[in-house]
Nanobody
C-alpha cells in the first residue's frame, strides 16, 4: 500500500521561506510523476508544482512561478517543495500526490495517492 508522509510547513512571516518534504513508500517512486497541490479555505484545490519521474521536467502554477521550486531525490524516495518569498495568499493546506498524469500544457491530473496534508500559514 502506497504511503506518502509529509513533513515541513508551519507558520512564517511574509517574505520568509519554508521547505516541504514528502517521502513515498512505493517501490515505483522512481518511475512516478509527483506533484504538490494546495487548498485554501473556501477555495478550490490548485496545482502548485509537478515534476516528472527523473526530475528533468517541472511545471508550476502561475501564482508560485519564480518563487517555489519542486525537486526530487529518487535515492531517498522523496519529493521536495522549496517555497521562497512567501505571501499571505500562499496560506493553505499543501498535499503531495504520487503517480498522477502530467499534461503537455502543464496540467496535472492527480492519482488517488495523497499525503496527509501540511498546513502552511503566512502572516502579513
Amino acid at each position: 500500500q502506497v504511503q506518502l508522509v509529509q513533513s515541513g510547513g508551519g507558520l512564517v512571516q511574509a517574505g520568509g521561506s519554508l521547505r516541504l518534504s514528502c517521502e513515498d513508500s512505493a517501490a515505483t517512486f522512481g518511475r512516478s510523476n509527483m506533484a504538490w497541490l494546495r487548498q485554501a479555505p473556501g477555495k478550490e484545490r490548485e496545482l502548485v508544482a509537478s515534476i516528472n519521474w527523473n526530475g528533468n521536467s517541472q511545471s508550476y502554477g502561475a501564482p508560485v512561478r519564480g518563487r517555489f521550486t519542486i525537486s526530487r531525490d529518487n535515492a531517498r524516495n522523496t519529493v521536495f517543495l522549496q517555497m521562497n518569498d512567501l505571501k499571505p495568499e500562499d496560506t493553505a493546506v499543501y498535499y503531495c500526490n504520487a503517480g498522477g498524469a502530467r499534461g503537455a500544457t502543464g496540467d496535472y491530473y492527480p492519482s488517488n495517492y495523497w499525503g496527509q496534508g501540511t498546513q502552511v500559514t503566512v502572516s502579513s
